[in-house]
């Protein structure tokens, strides 16, 4: 397969510093001959404490989100620019914690990621479907939608800087894994609408994620399947000893 595995761990809303500057090292340790792709993308608040311990390592560094505006009066956001400045390299945009609590919707999404490619950064793009909309037999529309809308505007050129990641949101911090071949199925189904908008070879490139309760003992099954590129890890990111064995499965 052409395209590399990418591991990255969403730290969401958890760790001090010192917290995050202690795993930061063990995962820096653990990883350093590891061989796929890796990033972690810990709290705005230690990322400038993690930046120091993962540079010159084979770990990158995310942010898990960003304003949509490059700079003004917007009181509580934090701007690309500043991302930057830190030494951030990728950001994570349409988590679906930022579009169910937040209420962040497709349009804002796609602003966001456009902004993040303008200046440099690259994107891991969420998209996912709820558990009525599953029911519905809407998985795939809600996530061809999310795709077409986030992706809007975005040149072929850039589309290399763009990771998507298939979290079903009745998967997140559930223990609900989506099977291999569910998840699999829907990868595939985002990989069909790239080739729409991009073309076939870069359906081939895109690599897409899985997130939703991945874990030491189903990653390697989920990473198995044809479709399925790596992994956006919540919860199990949060220790080395469970991210280790997702990063190296
Ligand atoms: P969990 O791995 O805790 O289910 O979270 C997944 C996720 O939302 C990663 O962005």
Not at 80 to 97: A, P, R, W
Not at 182 to 189: C, F, G, P, V
Request: net charge negative; proline share 2%.
């Amino acid at each position: 397969m052409a395209r590399g595995y990418f591991i990255a761990g969403n730290w969401k809303m958890h760790k001090t510093r010192a917290e995050a500057a202690a795993l930061a090292r063990e995962l820096v340790a653990a990883l350093a001959d590891g061989g796929h792709k890796y990033l972690v993308a810990p709290s705005f608040t230690a990322l400038e404490t993690v930046a120091a311990l993962v540079r010159g390592s084979n770990i990158l560094l995310g942010a898990q989100n960003c304003a949509v505006e490059e700079e003004g009066a917007h009181t509580g956001e934090v701007s690309v620019l500043q991302l930057k400045d830190l030494g951030v390299q990728t950001v994570i945009l349409g988590h679906s914690e930022r579009r169910h609590i937040y209420k962040e919707d497709d349009g804002l999404v796609n602003r966001k990621a456009r902004l993040a490619l303008k200046h440099g950064l690259d994107v891991i793009l969420c998209v996912g479907e709820l558990l009525e909309e599953r029911e519905a037999g809407k998985a795939e529309a809600v996530c061809r939608q999310q795709t077409v809308e986030g992706l809007k505007g975005i040149s072929a050129a850039e589309l290399p800087r763009v990771t998507i990641a298939y979290e079903p949101v009745w998967a997140i911090g559930t223990g609900k894994t989506a099977t291999p071949e569910d998840a699999d199925a829907i990868h595939a189904y985002i990989r069909k609408v790239i080739g729409e908008l991009y073309g076939s070879a870069a359906a081939e490139s895109i690599v897409i994620q899985y997130g939703g309760s991945v874990k030491p003992d189903n990653a390697a099954a989920l990473m198995a399947k044809e479709n399925i590129d790596g992994a956006l890890v919540g919860g199990a990111s949060l220790r080395a000893d469970t991210f280790v064995p997702i990063a190296r499965f």
